[in-house]
């Protein structure tokens, strides 16, 4: 288990799949996160990813992934928070930790939907500039905006 200041992250495996199914199906919003993921779907992110549960006090709260790409930059991905624990830092916890994760990549990516000012003002705050914007991204009808820090400049 990986160890942040409030929180703590634990690597996925197989047997957590579960947990992570129902905080998918906790969100709460998902017009501005995605569909929740299925039992198998969650199977597959979990084979292609590092995959963290984000635990407090021996519970999950929330998810959080990256993985690297053929070109070498990451892709931050799953980033969820139970509504109880939005609004009290963290978010902030979660993406740190990802980033510290990400530093061999020369650029990192990750996408959010427009109308998700929260999730926009936190990944402005370490940097990330929205590079672009695909409509129907995950095919749920919503558009995202694509978002970049290039590292090679820090």
Do not use: W
């Not at 929180?7 to 709460?28: H, K, L, M, T, Y």
């Not at 990813?49 to 021996?58: D, I, N, Q, S």
């Amino acid at each position: 288990m990986i160890r942040q200041a409030a929180i703590q992250f634990r690597r996925v495996s197989a047997e957590d799949v579960a947990a992570v199914v129902a905080i998918e199906a906790n969100v709460d919003e998902p017009k501005t996160y995605g569909r929740p993921l299925t039992l198998q779907a969650a199977l597959t992110e979990i084979e292609r990813a590092a995959y963290y549960l984000v635990m407090k006090g021996g519970q999950s709260i929330g998810t959080a992934a990256f993985e690297f790409r053929s070109d070498g930059a990451a892709y931050l991905s799953n980033i969820a928070l139970l509504p109880g624990y939005r609004n009290q830092g963290f978010g902030r916890e979660v993406v740190a930790f990802l980033l510290s994760q990400c530093v061999s990549a020369p650029r990192i990516e990750l996408v959010t939907h427009p109308e998700n000012l929260v999730a926009l003002s936190l990944y402005r705050s370490f940097g990330f500039t929205v590079g672009g914007r695909s409509d129907n991204h995950f095919g749920d009808g919503e558009p995202r905006l694509i978002l970049s820090r290039d590292n090679s400049k820090l």
